[in-house]
């Protein structure tokens, strides 16, 4: 409704998302000052390609890790991936099927991990090699950041649906999903943190 029926850009929504991550995360985690900032091809990745050029520009150490498969990122998260090419943000693309122990490592070696993989929207488990990624971020043992929702979870239902990312701050939009409120999908978001996105509120 905001973007069709009130022409408000899409890309200015994704901005508003990317900033609410960036002061929820400066808040939550004042004395972090390195972040990896895992993203997926999809209007999340595009979120946290936003997210990652925003804790630059505050002096964050960042890593922005791109895991695509073979399809071409489009729309609003191409634009993001474009500006941050052009800007310089330290950028690692990983194919899906990669070895992930250098990944890995590298969250290691972070205060903070933001998971940007997917959104609201999975409506499957994660499966092979995404499960893999995702048990393996939740192994590393770093500060989680998911942005909207941690990974492998759906937002209209508050079951699991499978292998997921475990957060410590989960940072959505405008309102809370299902998934952030009922157990046991709830478990998995740590401290929720609603940001704004500048709508108006009778659109709830």
């Known amino acids: 409704r ?3 029926h009130m022409t408000i850009p899409s890309i200015v929504l994704m901005e508003n998302a990317a900033l609410g991550v960036v002061d929820a995360l400066g808040e939550r985690f004042a004395e972090a000052s390195e ?3 895992f993203c997926g091809t ?11 050029r925003h804790l630059l ?3 964050y150490r960042v890593l922005a890790v791109l ?3 073979d399809r071409p990122v489009q729309g609003d998260p191409r634009l993001q991936l474009d500006i941050c090419k052009n800007l310089g943000v330290p950028l690692l693309e990983l194919p899906e099927g990669s070895d992930l122990e250098e990944v890995l490592e590298a969250a290691a070696q972070a205060d903070v991990v933001v998971d940007a993989l997917f959104g609201t ?3 499957r488990p994660l499966e092979g090699w995404w499960a893999e990624l995702v048990q393996g971020l939740n192994r590393v043992g770093r500060r989680m950041v998911a942005v909207d929702i941690p990974s492998g979870l759906e937002g209209s239902r ?3 649906l499978g292998p997921h990312v475990i957060a410590d701050l989960t940072v959505t939009f405008v309102a ?3 998934a952030h409120v009922f157990p046991p999908a709830c478990e998995a978001c740590g401290e929720l943190a609603v940001a704004d996105l500048g709508l108006p509120p009778f659109l709830l």
């Open 121 to 123: 929207g999975l409506g």
């Open 35 to 37: 972040v990896v900032v």
């Open 42 to 52: 999809g209007n999340n990745g595009g979120d946290g390609l936003a997210v990652a």
């Open 158 to 160: 508050g079951e699991v």
């Open 67 to 69: 895991v695509r498969n």
């Open 57 to 59: 520009a505050r002096d």
């Open 2 to 4: 905001a973007i069709v």
């Open 176 to 178: 809370p999903k299902h």
